[in-house]
Nanobody
Framework: QVQLADIGGGSVQAGDSLRLSCASS????????VGWFRQTPGKEREFVAV?????????YYTDSVKGRFAISRDNTRNIAWLQMDNLKPEDTAVYYC?????????????????WGQGTQVTVSS
């Protein structure tokens, strides 16, 4: 059973950077795709980025964060990151990391079995 912990949120100004961490315990983290999602009140959880478990060169981003966010992972340390640069007020949300044991490289929240508790990111203009 994989357990995930989201770390690193905070309140920043537009244009600043944050790095979120997703620390894993239990299970075999290296065998899971890792996705990052975000959610604002009253809205559905939104896909942000995904990194493949077996080919860490495979990454995919939602259009609104391409060129600003970078997902990465270190399977030897059971941790993944979401580097967020040039943050914008519209990036304000609770961010969640998630793990998918089926390696689907999915953008759908329903495909992910394990979730972190979420971390708040607030970007002010």
């Amino acid at each position: 059973q994989v357990q995930l912990a989201d770390i690193g949120g905070g309140s920043v100004q537009a244009g600043d950077s944050l790095r979120l961490s997703c620390a894993s315990s239990g299970g075999t983290f290296s065998r899971y795709d890792v996705g990052w999602f975000r959610q604002t009140p009253g809205k559905e959880r939104e896909f942000v980025a995904v990194i493949s478990w077996w080919n860490t060169g495979f990454v995919y981003y939602t259009d609104s964060v391409k060129g600003r966010f970078a997902i990465s992972r270190d399977n030897t340390r059971n941790i993944a990151w979401l580097q967020m640069d040039n943050l914008k007020p519209e990036d304000t949300a609770v961010y969640y990391c998630a793990a998918d044991s089926f390696g689907r490289r999915s953008q759908a929240p329903s495909d992910y079995e394990y979730w972190g508790q979420g971390t708040q990111v607030t970007v002010s203009s």
